[in-house]
């Protein structure tokens, strides 16, 4: 199982830009699709976004659209969040996600490794 270890996230005002990070180890990074999903305190976690495990191809879900940006560096084993136009619902602890094989995923039970996430908290 490839082990994930998530970065970048912080305070940032609304409007605000994060870039977060999650790097990957122990596993063959490019035979992985990534996800990165969010939990709120006391909501459920919510897929923010996916790609593809060679080709990297996004998806997202609806809260994301239009202001996040996912993408995959094989080469370095990470996968990238670039959050821009952030609002104060943004804030969540964002987890990053893998699942080994193709396809594309947005529910949580369908990934088999987690990071421990990072914290992200937008100020009004």
């Known amino acids: 199982q490839v082990q994930l270890v998530e970065s970048g996230g912080g305070l940032v005002q609304a409007g605000g830009s994060l870039r977060l990070s999650c790097a990957a180890s122990?596993?063959?990074?490019?035979?992985?699709?990534m996800g990165w999903f969010r939990q709120a305190r006391g909501k459920e976690r919510e897929f923010v976004a996916g790609?593809?495990?060679?080709?990297?191809?996004?998806y997202y879900g609806d809260s994301a659209k239009g202001r996040f940006t996912i993408s995959r560096d094989n080469a370095k084993n990470t996968v990238y969040l670039q959050m821009n136009s952030l609002k104060p619902e943004d804030t969540a602890l964002y987890y990053c996600?893998?699942?080994?094989?193709?396809?594309?995923?947005?529910?949580?039970?369908?990934?088999?490794?987690w990071g421990q996430g990072t914290q992200v908290t937008v100020s009004s």
């Open positions: 790609c593809g495990r060679s080709s990297g191809i996004p």
């Open positions: 122990g596993g063959t990074f490019s035979s992985y699709a």
């Open positions: 996600a893998a699942k080994l094989g193709g396809g594309y995923y947005r529910t949580a039970t369908d990934f088999g490794s």
